[in-house]
Nanobody
Framework: QVQLVESGGGLVQAGGSLRLSCASSGRTYAMGWFRQAPGKEREFVAAIRWSGGSTYFADSVKGRFAISRDYAKRTVYLQMNSLRPEDTAVYYC???????????????WGQGTQVTVSS
């Protein structure tokens, strides 16, 4: 069983930046983040393929978020810039054997971390 441990998150003003990290205990095909705001459906945010490093983003975060990986540390980073109040949500690290960027999450989840953007 792959364990995912998240860190980062917190409270930031609109226009600010935050970085999330997710460390994995094992190798998977892809890793990334989903988020869920109160009263809303969970949605895909960003993902990266371990092999090759291709990245994928939801339209709502393109140009503002970046995702990267440290292969040796088995850690993925989500750099969130120009944050907006509508980015407020619990962000969940996710990993699996398939293309999670199509919106179908993998089988492994992190514990979730709160990101709050104040206006």
């Amino acid at each position: 069983q792959v364990q995912l441990v998240e860190s980062g998150g917190g409270l930031v003003q609109a226009g600010g930046s935050l970085r999330l990290s997710c460390a994995s205990s094992g190798r998977t095909y892809a890793m990334g983040w989903f988020r869920q705001a109160p009263g809303k459906e969970r949605e895909f945010v960003a993902a990266i393929r371990w092999s090759g490093g291709s990245t994928y983003f939801a339209d709502s975060v393109k140009g503002r978020f970046a995702i990267s990986r440290d292969y040796a540390k088995r850690t993925v980073y989500l750099q969130m810039n120009s944050l907006r109040p509508e980015d407020t949500a619990v962000y969940y690290c996710n990993a699996g054997v398939g293309p999670i960027w199509v919106g179908v999450p993998g089988e492994h989840w992190g514990q979730g971390t709160q990101v709050t953007v104040s206006s």
